[in-house]
C-alpha cells in the first residue's frame, strides 16, 4: 500500500471533466497519493459548458467519488467557480459538511494571505462574446482528439508526445501576450489588495513567480490543468511547489474496487454515498 504524502494545501483546476481531453484517470491517481489539509478546487472542474449526456466515463465519475471521500475523511474542501461552471455560481456559500461553493478565497497560510479565484473574469472573450468562447471550447475538444491520435501514432514509433494545443498556444503572438497581460493583472490587484500571494487557473499555463512593481511584490501562481499539462500547486513545509503528473515516471496505475462496476452501478453507488456519508 503506498504512502500518501500529507499537504498543507494542494490547489488544483481545468479539469473539464465530461470532455474527451480531460485527463481523469491520470487525476485519480494523483488524489489517491496525497491527504492535504485543504483542497482548493479552483474552476472549470466539471466542464457544463460542453457536457455531453452520454460521455461521462467512469474514470470521470471516479474522480468526483474520490473528491467525496477526501471530504468524508476530513479534507476541507473549497469549490471555485470558473466559466465552464458558471451554473454553480448560484450555489455560491452552500456548504455541505467540509464542501463549499464559493466564487473566490482567502487562504490564511501563517501570517501571509493567498487569494484564490479562478480567473476568467480578466477574460474579455469570455464576459464579451459568451457564445465564441464556447464555439472555442468546442474546437478545443476536437483538437484534442485529433491529437490523442497522433500521440497514439507517436507512442507506437516510439517518438515523443506532441501537444497541438500548446504548439498553436506558444507559437501565437496574441495569446502569449493575453497570458502575460493575465498574469500581470492578478498581481497588480494582487499587490494593490496587500496579498502576498494571487493563485489562479484558466489559462492552463502553470507558473510560480513572483512579480514586483513600484507598489510592492507578490507571488503569482498558476495550477495549470489536467488536459495538456496534468500539473497542481502543493504547499506543504511552508513552501509552495508545482507537481507534473507527466514528470513522475513511477506513478501507479489506478486500480481499485470499482473497476469491475459498469457505468450505472457506479452511478448508483456514487448517489447512494453521497446521500448516506456524513461529510
Known amino acids: 500500500m503506498r504512502t500518501k504524502r500529507e499537504l498543507d494545501v494542494c490547489v488544483i483546476s481545468d479539469v473539464h471533466l465530461g470532455t474527451f481531453g480531460c485527463h481523469a484517470k491520470e487525476l485519480n491517481s494523483y488524489l489517491k497519493t496525497i491527504t492535504p489539509k485543504q483542497l482548493v478546487l479552483n474552476g472549470d472542474i466539471i466542464d457544463i459548458w460542453n457536457f455531453r449526456k452520454r460521455y ?4 470521470h465519475l471516479k474522480v468526483i467519488r ?3 471521500k477526501m471530504a468524508a475523511h476530513g479534507t476541507k474542501v473549497y469549490y471555485i467557480t470558473g466559466n465552464h461552471d458558471e451554473a ?6 452552500f456548504e455541505l459538511g467540509n ?7 482567502v487562504l490564511e497560510i501563517g501570517k501571509e494571505k ?3 479565484f ?10 464579451s462574446a459568451k457564445f465564441i468562447a ?8 476536437v483538437l484534442i482528439i485529433i491529437n490523442r491520435l497522433l500521440n497514439n501514432i507517436l507512442q507506437a514509433l516510439g517518438k515523443e508526445r506532441y501537444s497541438l494545443s500548446k504548439r498553436i498556444k506558444d507559437g501565437v503572438k496574441k495569446a502569449v501576450a493575453f497570458i502575460a497581460d493575465f498574469e500581470k493583472v492578478a498581481a497588480d490587484l494582487a499587490i494593490e489588495n496587500n496579498y502576498d500571494y494571487v493563485i489562479c487557473g484558466h489559462i492552463h499555463q502553470p507558473q510560480i513567480r513572483t ?3 513600484s507598489k510592492g511584490a507578490t507571488n503569482y501562481l498558476n495550477s495549470g490543468d489536467w488536459v495538456e499539462n496534468l500539473t497542481a500547486l502543493e504547499f506543504s513545509q511552508n513552501h509552495w511547489s508545482i507537481y507534473n503528473h507527466r514528470d513522475i515516471t513511477t506513478a501507479e496505475e489506478d486500480t481499485d474496487d470499482l473497476d469491475h462496476f459498469s457505468k450505472k452501478e457506479l452511478l448508483a453507488k456514487l448517489s447512494a454515498e453521497l446521500t448516506m456519508t456524513k461529510l
Do not use: M
Not at 461521462?56 to 474514470?59: E, I, L, S, V
Not at 454553480?88 to 456559500?93: C, H, I
Open 211 to 213: 512579480v514586483t512593481t
Open 118 to 127: 479562478h480567473g476568467d473574469v480578466f477574460d474579455r472573450s469570455i464576459q
Open 88 to 93: 454553480l455560481r448560484r450555489f455560491s456559500g
Open 114 to 116: 493567498a487569494w484564490v
Open 56 to 59: 461521462f466515463p467512469k474514470d
Open 99 to 105: 464542501i463549499s461553493i464559493v466564487d473566490k478565497l
Open 66 to 68: 474520490t473528491l467525496l
Open 134 to 141: 464556447k464555439l472555442g471550447g468546442w474546437g478545443y475538444d
